[in-house]
C-alpha cells in the first residue's frame, strides 16, 4: 500500500507571496492532519480534516488554512508568507477519526520564505 | 499550557544495551500516548501507542504509563546502532489535538 504522498517536496517564496502545499492519505485514510516543525518549536499541530470537514485546529493565525476533498486529499494554504513560516510541513493520515497519534506521516514539503 | 517534556540528550548507549527514554506532561486529562521516531532529514514514524497504566511491548520496544506520576518512557532492548535517531513523544488529550515533546536523540554506538 502506497504511503503518504506530498508535494511539492521543496518550495521556495519570497515574503508577501502565498503557497498551496498538497498531500494525498494512505488510500482508505480519511483523517489527514498538518505539522509545522521547527528546529526552534518543534512539531505543531496545524489542523485536521476528516470527511472533508475541519475537526481541530491549531494555535496559528489565519493564513494558515486548509480544505479536504471528497476523495481525502488534502490542501494547506498560507497566506502573505512571512520570514517565521520557513519550515518542514507534514501531513499525516490515519483511518480514525479524532485519532491524530495513530497516524502515518508524509516525507514533508521543506518551505524556505526569503 | 499543555506541555510534553523530554530531555533533549543526546544519549549515548552501547549496542546490546537498554535505551530508556522518558516523557512527562502537564495534562492530567491526557487519554493517549505517542512514540515516534524520526530519522535526521525524515519524516516521524510511528513506533507505539500506549493508552491505559502499564506496560505495552512490541518486540524489542516497551512502552510504560504511569498516569499517576504524569510520564511515559520507552524502553529500547538490545540497541543496535539502526536505532539512532530522535525519538518523540506525543501526549493527547481530550481536545483531540495532540502535543508533541521537542524529542530526544539518541546514539548507539558500536
Known amino acids: 500500500k502506497a504511503g503518504v504522498t506530498q508535494t511539492p517536496r521543496y518550495l521556495i517564496k519570497t515574503r508577501g507571496q502565498q503557497v498551496t502545499l498538497s498531500c494525498s492519505p494512505i488510500s482508505g485514510h480519511r483523517s489527514v492532519s498538518w505539522y509545522q516543525q521547527t528546529p526552534g518549536q518543534g512539531l505543531q499541530f496545524l489542523f485536521e480534516y476528516f470527511s472533508e470537514t475541519q475537526r481541530n485546529k491549531g494555535n496559528f493565525p489565519g493564513r494558515f488554512s486548509g480544505r479536504q476533498f471528497s476523495n481525502s486529499r488534502s490542501e494547506m494554504n498560507v497566506s502573505t508568507l512571512e520570514l517565521g513560516d520557513s519550515a518542514l510541513y507534514l501531513c499525516?493520515?490515519?483511518?480514525?477519526?479524532?485519532?491524530?497519534?495513530?497516524?502515518?506521516f508524509g516525507p514533508g514539503t521543506r518551505l524556505t520564505v526569503t | 499550557q499543555k506541555e510534553v517534556e523530554q530531555n533533549s540528550g543526546p544519549l549515548s548507549v552501547p549496542e546490546g544495551a537498554i535505551a530508556s527514554l522518558n516523557c512527562t506532561y502537564s495534562d492530567r486529562g491526557s487519554q493517549s500516548f505517542f512514540w515516534y521516531r524520526q530519522y535526521s532529514g525524515k519524516s516521524p514514524e510511528l513506533i507505539m501507542f500506549?493508552?491505559?497504566?502499564g506496560d505495552k511491548e512490541d518486540g524489542r520496544f516497551t512502552a510504560q504509563l504511569n498516569k499517576a506520576s504524569q510520564y511515559v518512557s520507552l524502553l529500547i532492548r538490545d540497541s543496535q546502532p539502526s536505532d539512532s535517531a530522535t525519538y518523540l513523544c506525543?501526549?493527547?488529550?481530550?481536545?483531540?489535538?495532540?502535543?508533541f515533546g521537542r524529542g530526544t536523540s539518541l546514539i548507539v554506538h558500536p
Open positions: 499525516a493520515s490515519s483511518s480514525k477519526d479524532r485519532s491524530p497519534g495513530e497516524q502515518y
Open positions: 506525543a501526549v493527547r488529550g481530550g481536545s483531540y489535538i495532540p502535543t
Open positions: 500506549i493508552y491505559s497504566n
